[in-house]
């Protein structure tokens, strides 16, 4: 860059994610102005920007309707009005009769002929030469001027090496132009250029930079991959004496798409490098049973193994469930959650230290420091979606830091989630990880039914619910969602608790929220399960992973206010058994378009797959992402469900250039990742 901008300058810069000259060079337009060519006023189109140019004839404040500046502009082939309802003293000076204009806005049929309202304009001399590119729009903030960063771009342009990163040989087969023409032609495009492609951000030179940018992404992705696969872990070959124990203790056989995904992890741990591999598998499809499975692998080879949960609810209901396979097979199972009582924590605490507990299960007490593990061998994550890149590290270094005779050994990980992720997430932002899928549900289990009701026929749902319960079946109540406030949303849970306990005076009502300390939450859900409980009011805490067969009906009020992978857990929380379930979703009239329109998604789809491709599309990926995008370099330019070709190719692109030829990839990603490299290399 020709000049470092001022400290000013340079804040808002920093505002933009725009330290370096290379940011400033990747920083791309939004959209172009065509101020290439100059319109007569009589003949400039109208309804669209253009350039045109006069001499000012007159100028007024006029004080009706509102207090405007009002300019006439004349060129010889007509006149125009010019208003501005917003202006600064300077500008009537600037504007006096006499002077040449140069502006550029949206031509309008006024009420007194042509005019423009508020358009861009310059002071010009006569005969002063029109620009020869078209003019970039930058995103930018408060306070930073097109023109400052348009001039900061063009210094960039000159200064920076915009030498190819990538040969011949792989673009051309693409069809990709070379890098310096594409930046070149984005930051100043010639008059000619076709302005529908390059707004499309489909013209070649955007395919080039977006190709790039995803390219960069899956190198990144690939390398960090390989680096971690390049990391030693124990070997664990399956020994199937306690793996066969529980298979032959289970009430069931293992779906076909278990045994698959357990053989793709089985032969995961049997590597002497650490497993990444996230299991996916909707709702409901048996994922708790696979991750025990795996679990006993690492224990029967001498290691423990780790659970980790997002909530205390699924912690403990797995703890119950794991304890209830394991323990009968002579294994010490323990707990671990923040809200254990001293002595019951030092002595799971000790147990774990001691190597005694083959497994433990917990929340993200787990990764605390006092945890130290005898052997970990395997860490387990569920509803991994729920947890930051950070707190997998943590409990991924539980095991590096352990042990004596396995120290510089990493311990395998696997990651389980409900929420699906859809193809061209996994294919970009996921590519780090190796993903098996439960594409199965057990047999056994009918769909559930959804249905949509206005809220004005509450009295039906009410009856409904009744008479569910009274047959022996039971039910969940959802309360609202209030984002906004926890402390509304406390209150809410209260009064629908309340309310709905003196509309059932016949049945016995529960209640679960966030608030409860974990005793409590635990009382109730065992209630809930023993069937003491008929009907349980519950906030979003039951969401992931609760698993009561009995229960068939759930009942979502406001509906309209959950997101749709948590409408689809939610609902996943029902249909467990051999029942016929419904979930009956509540919304609150009139719906918004948006809101109508995500209802449709859930009440048309059960195939979580489905409607996370669908949340997708709705949301964008920087939501969907959620947690995991902080340790992720996000696309600025690319967008993977408009560019899945271009992801495809990057993809391929990729691994070959990490095969053969390691420079060019290193090339690329410098240019291209410079910092966000970092924290992947945890
Ligand atoms: P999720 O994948 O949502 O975590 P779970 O592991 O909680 O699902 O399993 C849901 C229910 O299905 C549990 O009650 C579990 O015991 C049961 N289950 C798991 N695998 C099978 C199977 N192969 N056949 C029948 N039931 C199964
Ligand atoms: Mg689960």
């Known amino acids: 860059m020709t000049a470092t901008p001022s400290k000013a300058i340079q804040g808002k810069l920093d505002k933009l994610g725009l330290r370096t000259a290379h940011d400033l060079l990747l920083h791309l337009p939004l959209r172009y102005q065509d101020e290439t060519r100059i319109y007569p006023i009589g003949h400039a189109p109208l309804g669209e920007a253009a350039l045109v140019e006069g001499e000012i004839t007159d100028a007024t404040v006029q004080y009706r309707p509102r207090r405007t500046l009002v300019c006439r502009v004349e060129d010889g082939s007509g006149m125009m009005t010019l208003r501005f309802l917003h202006f600064y003293p300077n500008q009537i000076k600037q504007l006096a009769p006499g002077k040449r204009v140069r502006l550029f806005g949206e031509m309008r049929h006024g009420f007194f002929g042509m005019e423009m309202v508020h358009p861009q304009y310059r002071i010009v001399a006569a005969e002063e030469a029109v620009a020869e590119a078209l003019t970039p729009v930058y995103p930018t903030t408060a306070g930073l001027s097109q023109a400052a960063l348009r001039k900061l771009v063009l210094g960039a342009l000159a200064g920076c090496d915009l030498s190819d990163t990538l040969p011949d040989e792989v673009l051309r087969p693409l069809g990709l132009p070379g890098f310096a023409a594409s930046i070149t032609y984005l930051h100043q495009p010639p008059p000619d250029a076709p302005l529908g492609l390059l707004t499309e951000r489909t013209h070649p030179a955007w395919q080039r930079l977006k190709f790039d940018e995803l390219l960069a992404q899956q190198l990144s992705m690939s390398l960090h991959y390989r680096r971690r696969r390049a990391q030693s872990a124990a070997a664990m070959k399956p020994q199937h004496q306690l793996t066969r124990a529980l298979l032959a203790s289970l009430p069931f056989p293992l779906t076909l798409a278990q045994q698959r995904v357990l053989q793709e992890i089985g032969a995961d741990l049997a590597q002497p490098h650490p497993m990444q591999r996230l299991l996916q598998g909707d709702v409901g499809s048996g994922k708790t049973v696979v991750a025990a499975l795996a679990a006993l692998q690492a224990i029967e080879n001498g290691f423990q193994a780790a659970i980790m ?3 205390e609810i699924l912690a403990e209901q797995h703890f119950q469930k794991l304890s209830a396979w394991l323990k009968p097979l002579g294994l010490g199972v323990v707990w671990l959650a923040a809200s254990l009582p001293k002595k019951e924590k030092q002595a799971a605490l000790a147990a774990v230290a001691a190597g005694t507990a083959q497994l433990a299960v917990g ?3 787990l990764f605390q420091e006092q ?5 970990l061998g395997l860490a387990i994550v569920d509803e991994q979606h729920r947890f930051g890149v950070h707190q997998r590290l943590l409990l991924r270094q539980k095991g590096s830091s352990s042990g004596r005779s396995v120290r510089a050994q990493e311990p395998h990980q ?16 996921y590519a780090d990880l190796d993903v098996s899928v439960i594409d199965e549900l057990p047999p056994g289990r009918t769909p559930v039914v959804t249905k949509l009701v206005a809220d004005s026929r509450r009295d039906e749902v009410i009856a409904r619910v009744r008479e569910a319960c009274l047959k022996g079946r039971q039910a969940y109540w959802v309360c609202p969602l209030i984002e906004e406030s926890e402390k509304l949303q406390l209150q809410t849970a209260l009064d629908t608790y309340q309310t709905l306990a003196a509309t059932f005076p016949e049945l016995r009502v529960g209640l679960v929220h966030g608030r409860l300390h974990a005793r409590e939450k635990a009382t109730a859900m065992e209630a809930f399960k023993a069937g003491e409980i008929q009907l349980l009011v519950a906030t979003t805490v039951i969401e992931v992973g609760v698993d009561v067969p009995n229960a068939s009906l759930m009942v979502i009020e406001h509906a309209e ?3 749709l992978s948590q409408l689809h857990q939610l609902r996943g929380r029902v249909g467990r058994g051999a029942a016929q379930s419904a979930c009956i979703l509540l919304y609150q009239t009139p719906l918004s378009e948006t809101a109508r329109a995500r209802l449709k998604i859930i009440y ?6 489905e409607i996370a491709r669908q949340d997708l599309l709705l949301r964008g990926p920087g939501e969907f992402l959620g947690a995991r995008q902080s340790g992720v370099p996000l696309l600025k330019i690319a967008d993977i469900e408009q560019d899945q070709d271009l992801l495809e190719a990057a993809r391929h ?3 070959k250039l990490i095969a053969e030829r390691p420079e060019v990839a290193q090339r690329h990603l410098q240019r291209w990742l410079a910092g966000a490299e970092q924290y992947l290399k945890v």
């Not at 696997?414 to 932002?429: K, N």
């Open 414 to 429: 696997l990651m389980m989630s409900a929420t699906p992720i859809p193809r061209t997430l996994s294919m970009s932002y």
């Open 653 to 655: 692109t990729a691994e």
């Open 604 to 609: 048309e789809n059960s195939d979580g797959f």
């Open 561 to 563: 206010r959950f997101g």
């Open 371 to 375: 945890v130290v593990f005898h052997r």
């Open 309 to 311: 949960a997002p909530t």
């Open 363 to 365: 929340t993200h007490a």
